[in-house]
């Protein structure tokens, strides 16, 4: 294959890679992620551009299990790829360490992305839209499951209609000890506190080792 | 959620069958989380494959894999094959992520809540 040709490919735009003020100094040696978890339009995306020291960037991943249930299939037998993208920025916290944070899905047809986004996570952040809990609902039974810390982050919708924590508490079926706290995606300060509240919290895990069984 | 962005040119087929072209995918692909740090340690030389050669000049500085598959927009199982080759040939060197254990270590919870609090 012609090299030339193929590089020419990536034109009109710049050369791909960082903008200068994007890229990390050669000290940083070590990184954590963080992911923000819930349904279409709860705001993951814009939680992650308020608090990201980068202009939120897209990743994208196959899916390519058999039977995923989604799209229509018939006549393409065999061939189940389909591209998933996820966004995600990045908050330098020292000289050496990054985290980055990653919006993904809630729903449950994507939650094949999750296998290889939680392995090393810190934990989870849920965003919950009140109007919409059945999605929340359902990734808190699945971290649950796979044992990972969250908080839950309610977004303030100005249209949503205001419940007590309680009341959403009870509706989620979540336990007593995981932080649930109100939050607007769109300010940076509230989003660092969502992120505070959940390091706090997995503080407090370790402090407090859960009991076993 | 975003729409994927492409960045190769549409009507361009096969482009991830070139990437990926003669590699064994599951024994080639490089262990790497999305958060690996990647570093190059060599220039790009004629005759490196453009993907290749696009790595190493984005990686001057540490970047992560998902900012890689970012900038490149290949996913980013595309981009561990890529990876795989250049470790392979010591053209780049990777800082694995903290590694995932049950429970963090308190002096890293700590480390991120002080960055944190100075945002």
Same mark, same amino acid.
């Given at each position: 294959?012609?090299?030339?040709?193929?590089?020419?490919l990536?034109?009109?735009?710049?050369?791909?890679?960082?903008?200068?003020?994007?890229?990390?100094?050669?000290?940083?040696s070590?990184?954590?992620?963080?992911?923000?978890?819930?349904?279409?339009?709860?705001?993951?995306?814009?939680?992650?551009?308020?608090?990201?020291?980068?202009?939120?960037?897209?990743?994208?991943?196959?899916?390519?299990? &058999?039977?995923?249930?989604?799209?229509?299939?018939a006549?393409v037998?065999?061939k189940?790829?389909?591209?998933?993208?996820?966004?995600?920025?990045?908050?330098?916290?020292?000289?050496?360490?990054?985290?980055?944070?990653?919006?993904?899905?809630?729903?449950?047809?994507?939650?094949?992305?999750?296998?290889?986004?939680?392995?090393?996570?810190?934990?989870?952040?849920?965003?919950?839209d009140?109007?919409?809990?059945?999605?929340?609902?359902?990734?808190?039974?699945?971290?649950?499951?796979?044992?990972?810390?969250?908080?839950?982050?309610?977004?303030?919708?100005?249209?949503?209609?205001?419940?007590?924590? &309680?009341?959403?508490?009870?509706?989620m079926?979540?336990?007593?000890?995981?932080?649930?706290?109100?939050?607007? &995606?769109?300010?940076?300060?509230?989003?660092r506190?969502?992120?505070?509240?959940?390091?706090?919290?997995?503080?407090?895990?370790?402090?407090?080792?859960?009991?076993?069984? | 959620?975003?729409?994927?962005?492409?960045?190769?040119?549409? /009507?361009? *087929?096969?482009?991830?069958?070139?990437?990926?072209?003669?590699?064994?995918?599951?024994?080639?692909?490089?262990?790497?989380?999305?958060?690996?740090?990647?570093?190059?340690?060599?220039?790009?030389?004629?005759?490196?494959?453009?993907?290749?050669?696009?790595?190493?000049?984005?990686?001057?500085?540490?970047?992560?894999?998902?900012?890689?598959?970012?900038?490149?927009?290949? *996913?980013?199982?595309?981009?561990?094959?890529?990876?795989?080759?250049?470790?392979?040939?010591?053209?780049?060197?990777?800082?694995?992520?903290?590694?995932?254990?049950?429970? *963090?270590?308190?002096?890293?919870?700590?480390?991120?809540?002080? /960055?944190?609090?100075?945002?």
């Open positions: 294959m012609d090299y030339r040709s193929s590089e020419a990536l034109g009109p735009e710049p050369p791909a890679g960082p903008r200068g003020e994007d890229v990390l100094p050669p000290s940083v070590a990184a954590v992620k963080v992911v923000i978890v819930g349904g279409f339009g709860v705001g993951k995306t814009t939680m992650v551009g308020s608090v990201s020291e980068i202009r939120p960037l897209t990743t994208e991943e196959t899916m390519t299990r &058999a039977g995923v249930g989604i799209d229509d299939l006549g037998e065999g189940t790829e389909t591209t998933v993208a996820m966004d995600f920025g990045r908050i330098s916290l020292n000289d050496r360490l990054v985290l980055y944070l990653f919006g993904t899905p809630g729903q449950e047809r994507f939650w094949f992305l999750w296998d290889g986004l939680f392995e090393g996570a810190l934990g989870a952040v849920v965003l919950i009140t109007r919409r809990l059945e999605v929340g609902f359902d990734v808190i039974g699945r971290l649950e499951e796979r044992a990972v810390p969250f908080v839950v982050a309610v977004n303030a919708f100005p249209d949503a209609p205001v419940h007590p924590m &309680a009341e959403l508490r009870a509706a079926d979540l336990p007593d000890s995981v932080p649930m706290i109100d939050c607007d &995606a769109r300010d940076r300060g509230s989003s506190d969502t992120l505070l509240t959940l390091v706090r919290y997995l503080r407090s895990l370790i402090a407090v080792p859960p009991e076993t069984p | 959620m975003s729409e994927p962005r492409r960045r190769w040119a549409e /009507g361009v *087929p096969d482009r991830l069958y070139t990437v990926t072209e003669d590699r064994a995918p599951t024994t080639e692909r490089a262990y790497v989380d999305l958060v690996t740090l990647v570093v190059a340690r060599a220039e790009p030389e004629a005759g490196t494959r453009p993907e290749c050669a696009a790595v190493l000049r984005m990686c001057q500085f540490p970047l992560s894999v998902a900012e890689i598959s970012a900038y490149l927009a290949l *996913p980013v199982s595309a981009v561990t094959v890529v990876l795989a080759e250049l470790l392979r040939n010591h053209q780049v060197e990777t800082r694995a992520p903290i590694p995932a254990a049950e429970l *963090p270590d308190p002096e890293l919870l700590q480390a991120v809540m002080h /960055g944190l609090q100075k945002l």
